[in-house]
């Protein structure tokens, strides 16, 4: 059965800086992680006659896909993170400083919550959509390379996690997630590449 791996970016100069959303690049870290999930996808994907290789249309979602060659890299929007509105570049510690209703309100009800002018985890689990069906139309190996608020909610679909659950899914850095969909269900491997 083919395999879906789930990635999330490399280290980004934001997420050094603990700045949610932007379009920074990546930190030396993240770049060394590109280099290293380049050379498992080679391997991994060794044997594999096709695969592709998604990305969001974000700075440090292509830079991480950079270093893999030989297989077609597409772009889609759907997969940028989380739109965090007028909080979009800004520490949690300024959001709880500068809105503190905003903050306050996210935390009662993570999953329903929308940035003003942004999105809620809702409004992402519903622009993925059309990525799930082309997923699950796939064939051959996907190497989807995205974001942690998006990969909660892909995860949390191909793994049958409760919607509720879904804003606290922990998805780490720099760890490969493999899900396989056989007849005996969903197998779930984890490949972590760094610290
Ligand atoms: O930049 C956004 C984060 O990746 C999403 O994290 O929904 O836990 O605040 P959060």
Request: proline share 6%; net charge positive.
């Amino acid at each position: 059965p083919r395999p879906i791996l789930l990635t999330r970016h490399g280290e980004s100069l934001d997420n050094v800086r603990a700045r949610i959303g932007g379009d920074s690049s990546l930190s030396e870290t993240g770049l060394l992680y590109s280099r290293k999930l380049a050379s498992f996808i080679e391997k991994r994907l060794a044997s594999e006659r096709t695969a592709s290789i998604w990305t969001s249309t974000l700075q440090r979602s292509i830079l991480t896909a950079h270093p893999i060659i030989g297989f077609p890299k597409i772009q889609w929007r759907a997969l940028d993170e989380i739109n965090a509105g007028i909080c979009d570049g800004m520490t949690y510690e300024e959001i709880k400083k500068i809105k503190p209703e905003e903050y306050e309100s996210r935390s009662k009800d993570k999953l329903r919550y929308r940035y003003p002018r942004g999105e809620s985890y809702l409004d992402v689990i519903q622009r993925l959509e059309p990525v799930i069906i082309e997923l699950e139309r796939q064939r051959a190996p996907v190497v989807v390379i995205s974001h942690q608020a998006v990969l909660r909610a892909l995860y949390a679909y191909f793994a049958d996690r409760p919607l509720e659950e879904l804003p606290n899914i922990e998805i780490p850095l720099h760890t490969i997630i493999e899900i396989q969909m056989g007849v005996a269900g969903v197998q779930e491997k984890r490949y972590k590449l760094m610290d």
